[in-house]
């Protein structure tokens, strides 16, 4: 972990400092940790931990000493520091907010069971989530990419449901990633390269992507070697592991699913969005979860639609499914794409791409169709918790017909460091152009820093990182590297609502109260970075 040196409070800095260091001996237990095998010096710290429970004592180099003179003084001798014991071993996989047991007393309806449900104050544990039994440290990337030690995810069961599609194969004690997909099993580099044939996937025009029901995230995986950072995402469901592979492959992703709740990312973030066999009904509930796509789409932002029900009239016997109900189905999906004002730019074979218009411009009609109820602009990003709704997010507004709605960004890599759109704007109150570009060079001179502390920092072994308060995304700017991605986190009680400039930087990320679990799996993050966090929570 990380904390941003030169603090103007020293007094508050001390307490800060005691928690992050008693947070380093416990945090290596969630940190994918428990390694057998490291090769760098948090490695062994966590292997003595593994042996020795949660006794920080084991660790005499760390000291718990206040490094500045204030108020707050060392702790008294009276009071005992709380020692967290291990969870029994059948918590080796809990997530706390999408348990099974706890899922299954929730309606079905509309995927209510599968989204986030977390326990109450009485349910919580308080012990450390353990590790598989034989858990090692993870490949480095690029290798991890396509094996997984079997030790860290021992599940079995999609090699055999999902054999002759490629996703996973057993292979003596690691898992091997093929690259195949329900609806690419001949492998993702071949079906991204259909999609490049329509999409500006080479030039840096499309830089962050969503995939819906993601499986073992492949298709991130994939696209990633292409410089292209997809957010994948799906349910914690009988599909067993498929996130958790995901992301013991390196690949970002989080358990969520499409149901009733808005997805937790800011409106106008993604470049393109992707669905291949998700089973998602898009043309129910009014095209809400379209809708929902659409509010997430960038203006010029691309969409793709592979498997049913797209080629219906070739393909309904092979899916065994009326042809009539397949109709109905594209029909359907059809006619809210039109409502969004997207333009079908292509459908060959059992792909379809649809691409959202930059602005509204040409989309006036659209305002006397009685099916169009537009949402409040205000609460597009209005999103923790909060209910979907069957209404369309409007554009920016634009002062010509071929200006970009909401501003036109820079190809990547060039759009890292360029001045995002809502902030050129105005559109984030308190933050100018002068704020983001010093705080760009206050983090290239700390993570310079902690590179020195840490050489283990981009060498392919620290895969997955989390910014627990990521503010301008100045601290995943400054380490991008094609071995590692940032989860880029907004805390719903910031002062700022920022994560939508992280985005327009092409970096990714999502909403969440630190008040409750994250959206992942144990052992997720090989590195946790959490700068102001404290401070931000000391009174919660």
Same mark, same amino acid.
């Given at each position: 972990?990380?904390?941003?040196p ?13 928690f ?11 940190l ?6 490291g ?23 760390l ?8 108020e ?29 047991k ?25 012990c450390?989530?353990p ?8 490949f ?18 999609? +090699?055999?449901?999902?054999a ?10 690691v ?9 690419f ?5 071949k079906?991204i390269?259909?999609l490049?044939?329509v ?15 993601c ?10 070697s ?9 349910p ?15 690949v ?5 699913v ?8 800011p ?35 691309y969409w ?20 009539e ?6 029909q ?9 004002c ?18 509204d411009?040409s ?8 099916q169009?109820?537009?949402?409040k602009?205000?609460e597009?990003?209005?999103v ?26 820079k ?26 570009e ?38 995943a ?5 094609p ?22 930087r ?13 959206s +992942?799996y ?7 970075h ?5 401070s ?5």
């Open positions: 972990m990380a904390l941003k030169n603090s103007p409070d020293g007094r508050t800095r001390s307490w800060v400092q005691i992050i260091v008693f947070g380093l001996c416990c945090f290596f237990y969630i994918g940790a428990w390694q057998r095998s090769f760098g010096k948090g490695d062994s710290i966590a292997l003595e931990i593994t042996k020795h429970g949660a006794d920080c004592n084991i660790i005499p180099s000291n718990f000493e206040t490094h500045h003179a204030g707050v003084g060392n702790v008294g001798e009276s009071e005992k520091i709380k020692s967290f014991q291990p969870c029994p071993p059948r918590y080796v996989d809990y997530t706390p907010c999408q348990d099974q706890r899922a299954m007393t929730f309606p079905r309806d509309n995927m209510i069971y599968r989204e986030r449900h977390c326990p109450r104050e009485e349910e919580k544990l308080h450390l989530v590790a598989p039994t034989g858990y090692v440290t993870p480095p990337w690029p290798k991890s990419r396509d094996y997984v030690p079997y030790a860290n995810a021992p599940y079995k069961a999609l +090699t055999v449901e999902k002759i599609q490629n996703w996973i194969q057993y292979e003596g004690n898992f091997r990633f093929p690259g195949g997909g329900t609806q099993p001949q492998g993702a580099d079906y390269d259909q490049a044939a999409i500006p996937i080479t030039n840096g025009t499309v830089r962050t992507a969503l995939d819906t029901g499986g073992v995230a492949s298709w991130g995986a994939y696209l990633w292409r410089n292209v950072l997809t957010m994948s995402f799906a914690r469901d009988s599909h067993e592991a498929q996130v958790q592979f995901a992301l013991e492959r390196g970002p992703a989080v358990i969520g499409l149901g009733t709740i808005k997805m937790p990312y409106s106008r973030a993604f470049d393109m969005a992707h669905c291949s066999r998700c089973l998602i009904p898009w043309g129910a509930n009014d095209g809400m979860y379209l809708k929902e796509v659409d509010r997430v789409l960038r203006p010029g932002g793709v639609l592979s498997g049913p029900p797209i080629n219906w009239r070739n393909n309904y016997k092979a899916w065994q499914r009326p042809k109900e397949l109709e109905e189905e594209q359907k999906i059809e006619d809210v794409a039109k409502l969004l997207w333009e079908k730019k292509h459908e060959k074979g059992e792909i379809a791409i649809w691409q959202k218009r930059v602005n411009e989309c006036r009609g659209r305002e006397d169709d009685s169009a109820k537009f949402c602009a205000e597009a990003n209005d923790w918790y909060k209910k979907m709704d069957v209404c369309v997010t409007p554009y920016p507004d634009v002062s010509s017909s071929g200006e970009v709605a909401g501003g036109e960004l190809p990547f890599p060039e759009r890292l460091f360029a001045v995002p759109p809502r902030i050129a704007s105005g559109s984030v109150p308190g933050i100018s152009v002068e704020t983001y010093e705080d760009n060079n206050i983090w290239k001179k700390h993570v310079n820093a902690y590179k020195k502390i840490n050489r283990l920092i981009d060498s392919g072994r620290y895969r997955n990182i989390l910014d627990m308060n990521a503010g301008l995304g100045g601290f700017a400054a380490l991008n590297s071995k590692l991605w940032v989860m880029n986190v907004m805390p719903t009680i910031a002062e700022k609502d920022t994560l939508g400039v992280i985005y327009e092409g970096l990714i990320g999502i909403y969440h109260d630190w008040c409750e679990a994250f +992942t144990p052992r997720t993050y090989d590195l946790i959490a700068h102001g966090l404290f931000l929570y000391k009174d919660k």
